[in-house]
């Protein structure tokens, strides 16, 4: 089993930059795809930001330029460097991971995400405009 845990959500206003953090823990050493997905209310969750066990990042075209995905393998630690955050940018942010590539299907939406095994709890971003 995987434990991911979220931190690093809240409310800033537009312009502004946030990091989020997902400490993974369990059986952790075989995870191939480790990334982000956002679902604000009313709408359907989508991919954001994945990077690969090979070092490979994919980002979906809304955050591109913007957001950065990264991995610090001794820490079993997954980022995502938020900045020029939008108010379209506000959801609850996701950590998910599994053993398979699904990293570069982050830039097709989300429709696919109930696929990916392991998620965290969520944490809420916030932007005022």
């Known amino acids: 089993q995987v434990q991911l845990v979220e931190s690093g959500g809240g409310s800033v206003q537009a312009g502004g930059s946030l990091r989020l953090s997902c400490a993974a823990s369990g059986y952790t050493y075989s995870l191939y795809s480790m990334g982000w997905f956002r679902q604000a209310p009313g709408k359907e969750r989508e991919g954001v930001a994945a990077?690969?066990?090979?070092?490979?990042?994919s980002y979906a075209d809304s955050v591109k330029g913007r957001f950065t995905v990264s991995k610090d393998n001794a820490k079993n630690t997954l980022y995502l460097q938020m900045n020029s955050l939008k108010p379209d940018d506000t959801a609850m942010y996701y950590c998910?991971?599994?053993?398979?590539?699904?990293?570069?299907?982050?830039?097709?939406?989300?429709?696919?995400?109930?696929?990916?095994?392991?998620w965290g709890q969520g944490t809420q971003v916030t932007v005022s405009s």
């Open positions: 998910a991971a599994d053993r398979w590539a699904w990293g570069p299907k982050v830039t097709y939406g989300g429709s696919w995400s109930r696929d990916v095994g392991y």
């Open positions: 990077i690969d066990s090979d070092g490979s990042t």
